[in-house]
């Protein structure tokens, strides 16, 4: 049974940092492109982050560049979201994605809210 479960999510002030995680099980975790989507109110889901399978290759969103960065632990089946220097717009759920040609697994989300 495939699954991710993130962690981490929480109440954070403006300027502070969170890391967020994610879980991964029932699938062949290193084989998978993972990522990092959010969804704040009203708004689309937007991709934050990604890093692929070989070679650890990472790119972010224009918004997040310099603040947040992505990582993968291939012994743990983990990926993971250091968060710094928070906004109040970082606001939203986030959800890890594991995607390959023929699947494309989602999280149920973790909430980030940045608020003093």
């Known amino acids: 049974q495939v699954q991710l479960v993130e962690s981490g999510g929480g109440l954070v002030q403006p300027g502070g940092s969170l890391r967020l995680s994610c879980a991964a099980s029932?699938?062949?975790?290193?084989?998978?492109?993972m990522s990092w989507y959010r969804q704040a109110p009203g708004k689309e889901r937007e991709l934050v982050a990604v890093?692929?399978?070989?070679?650890?290759?990472?790119n972010y969103a224009d918004s997040v560049k310099g603040r947040f960065t992505i990582s993968r632990d291939i012994a743990k089946n983990t990926v993971h979201l250091q968060m710094n220097s928070v906004k109040a717009e970082d606001t939203a759920v986030y959800y890890c994605?594991?995607?390959?040609?023929?699947?494309?697994?989602w999280g149920q989300g973790t909430q980030v809210t940045v608020s003093s």
């Open positions: 994605n594991a995607k390959t040609l023929n699947a494309d697994y």
């Open positions: 029932g699938f062949m975790f290193k084989r998978y492109v």
């Open positions: 890093i692929a399978t070989v070679g650890g290759s990472t």
